[in-house]
């Protein structure tokens, strides 16, 4: 969170695995209820109706903002940071993003829904917390967690985003992003972890739990059967093959071009696939778009004299 004239910027990366900040990662999970639920724990309580965070999977939607959800988690995002501070009460500037190829299409009403309410009022976690949010700004996916580190990409340089849902390309070309060259695939890490469930019951009748294939893809490695474990690592090596594969397609060449990789999904790079190191560049920080949303959010306010 950054401040700029007593107001809050905060960053928000709406992935559809996590919600991050520039200090924060939790599931983007939400149980809606009309009476308050047995487990308390991470519950928001909104205009009368309780939200338990952190609570079961959303489904991967091409439009973050055709239900109330990601708003919810959006308010869940403001005060875990707001909360770091010791504040309870703000001026808030929301600085989002979504992936390469879909910004200019659905930025408006992005824009729109995240600004719907420019006065809140809810609890979390047993605070109660008042929010003014004075704007919000829509910014590309990936690109921005690179934005403030333009000076190292002399040359040619492909940026891979992995997330949970998409992964984004982009050339970027003597530190200058190359719009003509952009592209949005729905080839993230949820896709990977469908495939060692059906994987796992087509080769061992078995089941994983969803935070064992996460430990899996996370750290290459899990406390299980040794015939079990070699199927989900050889069906996520697979799974990788096809990042690459994918790359190519979009005219990465490894021998002409520097691969810089952010999101989550860079652990799938690290753990299962063959690179050259020298040449390959995974950067770990899965808040580092969110982090960068803020970044740019300051600058431009910056140049334009503050929020309105």
Not at 68 to 95: C, H, S
Not at 271 to 278: H, T
Not at 293 to 305: C, I, M, P, Q
Request: include cysteine; charge should be negative.
């Amino acid at each position: 969170m950054k401040t700029m004239n007593n107001t809050k910027i905060i960053g928000i990366d709406h992935g559809y695995g996590n919600m991050k900040t520039a200090n924060c990662c939790f599931p983007t999970g939400v149980l809606k209820s009309n009476t308050e639920p047995v487990f308390t724990g991470d519950l928001l309580v909104w205009e009368g109706r309780y939200y338990s965070i952190d609570v079961g999977h959303k489904e991967f939607t091409a439009n973050k903002f055709s239900d109330e959800e990601y708003y919810v988690l959006t308010l869940a995002a403001i005060a875990r940071e707001l909360r770091r501070e010791q504040l309870t009460e703000a001026r808030v500037f929301i600085a989002a993003g979504l992936p390469l190829t879909w910004v200019s299409e659905q930025k408006t009403e992005f824009k729109d829904y995240l600004l719907q309410h420019r006065e809140v009022e809810f609890t979390f976690r047993n605070t109660s917390y008042h929010i003014q949010i004075v704007g919000a700004e829509i910014y590309p996916q990936g690109f921005a967690a690179v934005a403030d580190k333009l000076s190292e990409f002399g040359g040619v340089n492909m940026l891979c985003d992995i997330g949970n849902g998409t992964m984004n390309l982009l050339r970027i070309v003597n530190r200058k992003p190359d719009p003509q060259r952009m592209f949005t695939e729905k080839y993230g890490t949820h896709q990977c972890a469908l495939l060692v469930r059906e994987q796992m019951m087509k080769c061992h009748h078995a089941t994983l739990d969803d935070e064992v294939i996460t430990e899996i893809l996370k750290r290459g490695a899990e406390d299980m059967d040794g015939e079990y474990l070699k199927t989900a690592l050889d069906t996520a090596r697979a799974y990788t093959a096809g990042i690459f594969r994918r790359l190519r397609e979009h005219e990465y060449d490894p021998k002409l071009m520097k691969l810089y990789v952010v999101g989550g999904g860079g652990c799938l790079i690290r753990n299962f696939a063959e690179y050259d190191s020298s040449r390959v560049f995974i950067n770990e920080d899965i808040c580092a778009t969110a982090k960068g949303y803020e970044h740019v959010a300051l600058v431009t306010l910056k140049r334009n004299g503050g929020a309105a």
